[in-house]
């Protein structure tokens, strides 16, 4: 897709103020690969190139296998994927989709197992980021494949 406006480098102030809700997800509780790890389930949900590719690229530069990022869209029928990963995957793929009007209680309460009150906030935001920017570049477009990852190689 072409990209439509460039907003990454525009001025806009709601995009800037969103943008800032990003970094402090980034800056959560939850730790960045499970961050990563939710942002590209999303994104492959959401069928955003741009989103993949970035998440994609962070996983890897973070030591993520990437037989697990093959295999993500089916985690349900794999091994690869700790308790706490999947609870935030179902949380995510329900927040995500919306399907059921609201969280099912078997989704809330898995979750609810595996992370603190704090946490499920850090979740939800990430969410809710990752649809947002999901949808930002599904509507103005958005250069693929020329993203470079932040960190280090193997770092943490």
Partial sequence: MEQRIKIFASANQAFKKFSA?????????????????VCYRV????????????????????????QRLFLLSSWRETP???????????????LTSI???VMPDSVYSEARQQFTEEELIDLTMTVVVING??????AFGAEVGAYQPRVAANAN
């Fill in 80 to 94: 690869f994927y700790t308790a706490r990963e999947r609870a935030a995957l179902a949380f995510a793929e329900e």
């Fill in 133 to 138: 920017y999901n949808r930002i570049n599904n």
């Fill in 99 to 101: 399907k059921h009007g």
């Fill in 43 to 66: 994104s492959q949900i959401n069928q955003c190139a741009q989103c993949l590719d970035v998440h994609s690229k962070e996983l890897l530069v973070r030591g993520e296998v990437p």
């Fill in 21 to 37: 809700l990003g970094e402090a997800v980034h800056a959560s509780s939850l730790g960045m690969e499970l961050i990563e790890l």
